[in-house]
């Protein structure tokens, strides 16, 4: 099973989602990587990347822009209502569903802390922890 976590940068919230996502089911046969619908940026937010250091989490693959091949045998899991629209216009064929869907609890978005304190990147970190731990994997 292969989980791509999908944000619009793939340089704040998915990568937090796939670093927490390794650690939370290691013992699984999950694949969980992270992708952007414009991602565009070399490397993940140092706010990110503070978070995932501090909770010794696997650092998460560079940033990198979602395909048509990353669509094939994967579940795409999306923060926002918004997201889930741009990526099954542009791949109505992949399983895309938001992150908050997948867990249970309904449609929620996910906040973007992008620009943000670095409290609102607590905050989004732990609203994606929240929905993570929710998965029946």
Known sequence: MRIIFVCTGNTCRSP????????????KDIVFESRGVMAGDTTINDRSAAIIDRENLERPSAPHQLTAADTADSLLLVMTASHKDVVGRQFPEADVRMISEYAGEGVEDVMDPYGGTM???EVTFVQL???IDEFDL
């Open 16 to 27: 937090m989602a796939e670093s927490y996502a390794k650690a939370r089911f290691k013992d």
């Open 119 to 121: 409290d609102d990147y």
């Open 129 to 131: 922890k929240k929905f």
